[in-house]
């Protein structure tokens, strides 16, 4: 496993998510930490939230120690810091474990949503904050995973590199991985609960299937 992808940010409605993998030094931890953090700032910048710190145990000295790392690098305002129960541990371990297997190292987060005519081209993995709206494009030689509803033209592994998409729903007016494209099923019913989904391929195929630690494993 690639270093650069021992720590993860997940963003949810209760707060933010640092994935932290638990088969590295505390040190490298820190280190790319660091790194990550100040890569992302824009997308932390000036937000009130709390922060669960997750996938490994961590002394009272080494949490201080990471929450400073935190405090020191952006303008968040942390409300408090959170445990995890132990639905939420499966879940964000799944995901850890998920995107270690591709070895992405750079990740491009972009805060708000995109409307028609704007487009996010990124050499790595992008992260949405908001929603892919028809008429506007992203496109990433990584993964695509956009926190919000994905109603545009996607293309992840835009070099033929092994990558999935992930959205919190997702109808895409075209979303394509690699050389194979593919568009969601139409939603009709609007009373159907939105449900996350991610996009990936198998033998030449895009599937589409909501995300649980089944389809994440099963990759």
């Known amino acids: 496993m690639k270093k650069e992808n021992s720590v993860l940010f997940k963003g949810t409605k209760d707060g933010i998510i640092v994935l932290l ?71 964000n371990n799944n995901l850890l474990n998920f995107e270690n297997g591709f070895g992405e190292i750079n990740t491009k987060f972009h805060k708000g949503t995109l409307r028609s005519g704007q487009k996010v081209v990124y050499d790595g993995s992008i992260v949405i904050l908001g929603d892919v709206n028809p008429g506007s494009e992203v496109t990433a030689t990584g993964n695509i995973i956009i926190l919000g509803a994905l109603k545009g033209i996607v293309h992840a592994g835009c070099k033929g590199d092994k990558a999935f998409v992930a959205a ?26 939105v449900v996350a989904e991610l996009a990936y391929i198998d033998e030449d195929t895009i599937y589409i299937e909501p995300i649980d630690g089944k389809v994440l494993n099963n990759l």
Not at 176 to 185: F, H, T
Request: aromatic share 6%; proline share 1%.
């Open 21 to 91: 993998d638990n088969t590295v030094s505390f040190d490298i931890i820190k280190e790319q930490l660091e790194k990550k953090i100040s890569d992302a700032k824009d997308f932390f910048g000036g937000v009130k939230s709390s922060i669960f710190l997750d996938g490994r145990e961590l002394s009272n000295s080494e949490e201080k120690e990471l929450i400073a790392i935190i405090s020191s690098k952006i303008n968040l305002n942390i409300e408090y810091i959170k445990k995890l129960n132990k639905e939420e541990k499966i879940k």
């Open 168 to 193: 919190l729903k997702m109808n895409p007016v075209q979303l394509r991985i690699g050389d194979i494209i593919g568009r969601a099923a139409d939603k009709k019913d609007k009373k159907t609960e």
